[in-house]
């Protein structure tokens, strides 16, 4: 696992950890405030095919989290996906992300997904570089949609 704190314990969210989940998802790029997150993170943990593991370091400051779910489609078997990683920027480079993207792998294969599918922007090199070093490889390229409704 490289340099990472051996303190370091991997658990799933919890309500008191909003206002740190925040910081790190403003970080990914997405700006929310702790009670957007606290709601979001409310349906995540009623799910039960979802779940937001986080790391807590020595000190019990969350330092980084991973978001992954099973998804149902119609034209491939059931996998995992994604949600999102994120890991405090001065932790990086030292195995935290390879870590909760393991423990994300355990929970798939535990709930029945013979594969994880990780979609990332195309501006993220650096997230693509982490992605292949730790076993993914790219298998298309896509661009996304949206309609506001």
């Not at 790190?24 to 790029?29: E, F």
């Not at 922007?121 to 490889?137: D, L, Q, S, W």
Request: hydrophobic share 40%.
């Amino acid at each position: 696992m490289g340099d990472c704190d051996e303190g370091v314990v991997l658990r799933t969210a919890i309500p008191q950890d909003a206002d740190r989940l925040a910081v790190l998802t403003a970080q990914l790029g997405y700006p929310a405030t702790p009670e957007q997150i606290g709601r979001r993170l409310e349906a995540i943990r009623g799910d039960e095919n979802h779940v937001l593991f986080v790391a807590e370091g020595a000190g019990g400051q969350v330092t980084g989290w991973v978001h992954v779910f099973v998804r149902h489609l119609l034209q491939v078997d059931r996998h995992a996906e994604l949600g999102g990683v994120v890991v405090l920027a001065e932790q990086q480079s030292r195995g935290l992300g390879q870590l909760l993207m393991e423990r994300a792998e355990d929970w798939a294969r535990d709930k029945g997904c013979e594969a994880v599918y990780v979609r990332s922007n195309v501006t993220r090199e650096g997230a693509h570089r982490f992605y292949e070093g730790i076993g993914y490889e790219q298998i298309k390229t896509s661009r996304v949609f949206l309609k506001r409704i």
